[in-house]
């Protein structure tokens, strides 16, 4: 692991497992690491693996800026079947005959760019003041409204055959199954995605496994288990891991105090925004946005000195 900032604030990268919603890892870091200020990212369904991005204690702050675009997400689709969650956990809404190889792979670039997509049913969308999986799981018929995303790019990873073995380059040849690598923004239903999909290939399907690998500059393969948390094993990344790519200007002693007290500095690194460091640690003092050549506090890590003049 990197350094730590030696506070209970900073930035903690968890590989969640299935079958535990995000509140529940949440939960876990918060007993493992006594505080209660941990804020994420971007939540996984249950059922799903992979990257949570918390922040921990003051870091929590830094999350409007938090970078975590694209995310990137490896999926299993089963083709023949829809279902009412659009994964593995729902019952059977409808099913449809496999699509071939060639229909399936040419329906992949309309769901590539900026598309309009209508979220599943089953999540976390709000109906007149409601949770759409509220209800969904109550028995009413829930109708969302089509939304804005990005799909940057597909990557078909595997496709295999009824007999579930390696499908190959025949266009004719149908498919049973495929793992692809999806790169999309913010507020992408990958369950919706694998819908659309087989439905534009003429086919009907559903998520089997959902794994985020990647979420903006973060990756999964930095991160600790739900077991690291449990056992004592987790550390906390400094709250400046939060902010890759961000202008570092390391302060003076008489900055850091005057920053402390929400009072600008001399900007003397470019940016709009800058991450402000301690020049003896180097730990973040505060989020500053540039203005004209000042940097003005926006986010402040730490309080000032009691006492400390300006």
Not at 140 to 161: A, H, S
Request: hydrophobic letters at 45%; glycine letters at 10%; aromatic letters at 4%.
């Amino acid at each position: 692991m990197r350094r730590t900032t030696g506070t209970a604030d900073g930035l903690l990268l968890v590989d969640k497992p299935a079958g535990l919603s995000s509140h529940d890892v949440v939960s876990v870091a918060r007993r493992a690491l006594g505080e209660k200020r941990i804020g994420h990212g971007g939540t996984l369904d249950p059922f799903a693996t992979g990257l949570l991005v918390l922040l921990v204690g003051r870091a929590t702050r830094l999350l409007p800026r938090l970078p975590g675009e694209p995310k990137v997400y490896e999926a299993t689709l089963r083709f023949g079947a829809e279902t009412e969650t659009e994964d593995l956990d729902g019952a059977v809404s409808r099913e449809a005959p496999l699509p071939t190889r060639a229909a399936l792979l040419a329906a992949l670039p309309a769901l590539t760019g900026t598309i309009q997509q209508v979220p599943p049913a089953y999540s976390a969308k709000r109906v007149d003041g409601k949770r759409a999986y509220e209800l969904a799981r109550s028995g009413e018929k829930v109708e969302l409204k089509p939304v804005t995303i990005r799909v940057d790019r597909w990557e078909v990873l595997e496709l295999r055959d009824a007999a579930d073995a390696p499908l190959g380059a025949e266009d004719g040849a149908l498919v049973r199954t495929a793992r692809v690598r999806v790169h999309c923004g913010g507020g992408t239903y990958v369950r919706s995605l694998a819908r659309d999909l087989a439905r534009a290939a003429g086919s009907a399907a559903h998520l089997t496994a959902l794994r985020r690998v990647r979420s903006g500059p973060f990756a999964v393969e930095d991160a600790l288990t739900v077991a690291d948390l449990t056992e004592g094993r987790a550390r906390l990344r400094p709250a400046l891991d939060a902010l890759p790519g961000f202008p570092v200007q390391v302060l003076s002693d008489d900055e850091v105090t005057r920053i402390a007290r929400g009072i600008d500095v001399a900007a003397t690194v470019p940016g709009a925004w800058g991450a402000l460091t301690n020049p003896a640690n180097g730990v973040l003092v505060a989020l500053a946005e540039r203005r004209d050549d000042r940097w003005q506090p926006r986010v402040v890590m730490h309080e000032a000195p009691q006492g400390a003049g300006a």
